[in-house]
C-alpha cells in the first residue's frame, strides 16, 4: 500500500527543545517537500529536497532543519530558534518532473 | 516568481447548489495549475490539475475546473454541492514543467454546506 506517513499525529514541545518530525514515503519519488500551514495563510514551502543528500531552503526555512540521508526520508527538526513553532506541517513527495505533489496526513505541533 | 489569490475567505451554499470558487494567478508563462481539497486535520488530495491541452479539465468527486489564460484564472466548479464537500480547497500554481520548489498555494476557500 503505497503512500505517505507522518509522525506522530500531535506533537508537543516544550520551551528551548528541539523536536522531530517523521515523513516517509514508498512511492519511490525522488522530491519530497516540508510544509507550514496556519490558519488563512495556506501553505508554505520550509525545504525542499530534490535528491538523497540534497535540499534547498524555502520561503520560512529559519529555526528548522532537514536531512536527506535515505530516499525515502525526509525527517524535519524544529529547533529552539524557531519562536512561533504551533502549526500543522506537512510533508509532500513528487515523482517526475511535471506530476503532482502527494500529500501525507500532517503533524500538528503544540506548545507547553 | 508566481503568486495565486483566492478572492473568498469563505463560502456557505445549500446542498444541491452549484459552486464556483475563484482562483488568479500570476505568472509569465504557461503555468502548471492544480486545485487540493483538505479536511479538517487531514492531508491535501488532489482534485484535479491541468499541464495543457483542453482548458476544461475534469477531476474527482464530480469536480471540474476551466483554465482561462485571458483572465488567469483556473476557477473549480461543480454542479450539485454533497454535504461531505464542505472542506477547505486550495488553489496551487508551478512554475513550469519541472517547477521544484516554485509552487506557489493560494490562501484557501473554506466551505460550507447547508443540509
Known sequence: ?112 | AQSVTQPDIHITVSEGASLELRCNYSYGATPYLFWYVQSPGQGLQLLLKYFSGDTLVQGIKGFEAEFKRSQSSFNLRKPSVHWSDAAEYFCAVGAGWNYGQNFVFGPGTRLSVLP
Open chain 1, 1 to 112: 500500500d503505497g503512500g505517505i506517513t507522518q509522525s506522530p499525529k500531535y506533537l508537543f514541545r516544550k520551551e528551548g527543545q528541539n523536536v522531530t518530525l517523521s515523513c516517509e514515503q514508498n512511492l519511490n519519488h525522488d522530491a519530497m517537500y516540508w510544509y507550514r500551514q496556519d490558519p488563512g495563510q495556506g501553505l508554505r514551502l520550509i525545504y525542499y529536497s530534490q535528491i538523497v543528500n540534497d535540499f534547498q531552503k524555502g520561503d520560512i526555512a529559519e529555526g528548522y532543519s532537514v536531512s536527506r540521508e535515505k530516499k525515502e526520508s525526509f525527517p524535519l527538526t524544529v529547533t529552539s530558534a524557531q519562536k512561533n513553532p504551533t502549526a500543522f506541517y506537512l510533508c509532500a513527495s513528487r515523482g517526475n518532473p511535471g506530476e503532482t505533489q502527494y500529500f501525507g496526513p500532517g503533524t500538528r505541533l503544540l506548545v507547553l
